[in-house]
């Protein structure tokens, strides 16, 4: 979601999953290889997929929500979004809170089965993007409650692990939801989650810290060095950047004969200041340095039992909901089917049973049962 405010542009660049398969940013290309085609065949390839995440097992959260009815959403209108990363809400003193971004939709949510799922896909490949578009062109917005769970930089330094580890929720008992206003979207852009504002800052969450690059990267490649000054990109703030010019699609005057280089005393840059009408008061002038709270872990694949507690307590979850934990395995074993190596689907199954011995135990009946079949 973008949103053009009096002082820049502030895209929030949001999953419908609270986790992360990964912590740890060098994993980011490795994980994306291998849920995609295998490069000899070009086909979907469960061996790769399985082969990443029974070595990288951090990942279980995130799959446990993938493989259940959350994995496949009935719209982008029928799904809670989630920020994942860790962002701070800072002041003009320099100081901050550590906040995680909830944001509940008010159409309800709706979910695909997986034979649903498979079933659209295949019918209307472009169902999502209809749906959203479609929607946006009749002026049914849609809407959504927005909440913060905050954390003190002294709550996040005595806290149980590390608060920036994106296969992991901040408890609600520990930190409850606030709400903080109503998000609606009535139009579509190009988004990165490095645009921000005076008052809304990145915390050292190292996957954050990946997309900041990678999503400008992406939309230079795609759109061109200059997709920030596209009309629906544009901040409505004026932006002042002479340093920055030429290039494909620049359509404004390209600054014409300003400098464009830093400290001209031909024609010197006049910045505005606190003296003489600064127009955010969001940020703190004086700030030596951030204060550094939350320190990376250099271990960050390290795996220990603790990243199967939450796994364990989303299953119990689904458990709730009639069938759901069925559907689950289910939808695992029907990927896991394809996997060749029998060595290889021992290896999923005892990831599995980790979370649980007797999801572990199904899990490994229903698919030996497809394999055999």
């Known amino acids: 979601m973008k949103m053009h405010t009096d002082e820049g542009n502030l895209d929030w660049v949001f999953n419908n999953t609270p986790v992360f398969f ?17 490069p000899r065949s070009h086909l979907p390839d469960p061996n790769m997929f399985w082969d990443f995440h029974v070595g990288n097992p951090e990942g279980i959260h995130q799959l446990l929500v993938l493989f259940s009815d959350r994995g496949t959403p009935k719209s982008v209108r029928f799904l809670n979004s989630y920020s994942g990363h860790t962002y701070k809400f800072t002041k003009a003193d320099g100081s901050f809170n550590y906040i995680k971004i909830h944001m509940k939709t008010r159409q309800g949510v709706k979910n695909f089965t997986q034979e649903e799922a498979t ?25 959504w409650d927005v909440f913060v769970q905050v954390m003190s930089p002294s709550e996040a330094e005595a806290y149980r692990w590390n608060i920036f580890d994106m296969t992991k929720v901040w408890p609600q008992k520990d930190f409850p939801l606030k709400k903080i206003g109503k998000m609606t979207l009535n139009r579509n852009a190009a988004f990165s989650p490095s645009t921000m504002v005076p008052g809304f800052a990145a915390s050292a969450d190292p996957i954050l810290q990946a997309r900041l690059f990678a999503y400008p990267d992406a939309a230079r490649y795609r759109l061109g060095v200059n997709y920030q000054q596209l009309p629906t990109n544009a901040a409505k703030v004026p932006v002042y950047c002479p340093f920055e010019r030429d290039g494909a699609m620049r359509f404004d005057d390209n600054y014409g004969a300003d400098p464009n280089y830093v400290g001209s005393t031909l024609q010197p840059t006049r910045f505005k200041t606190e003296e003489n009408g600064v127009t955010s008061q969001s940020l703190s002038l004086h700030t030596d340095h951030e204060k550094w709270v939350g320190e990376v872990s250099t271990y960050t694949s390290q795996v220990t039992d603790e990243d199967f507690v939450q796994p364990a307590a989303l299953w119990e979850v689904l458990g709730r909901e009639q069938g759901h934990q069925e559907r689950v395995i289910q939808n695992l074993a029907g990927n896991i089917s394809g996997v060749t190596s029998s060595k290889l689907r021992d290896g999923v199954y005892a990831l599995f049973g980790r979370v649980n011995q007797e999801l572990g135990a199904k899990l490994r009946k229903a698919t030996e049962a497809k394999v055999k079949n």
């Open 119 to 143: 079933r659209v896909a295949g019918e209307d490949p472009d169902y999502m993007i209809r749906d959203m578009f479609d929607a946006i062109q009749r002026k049914e917005f849609p809407q």
């Open 22 to 38: 990964i912590r740890d940013p060098i994993k980011f290309p490795s994980v994306n290889r291998s849920h995609k085609r295998n």
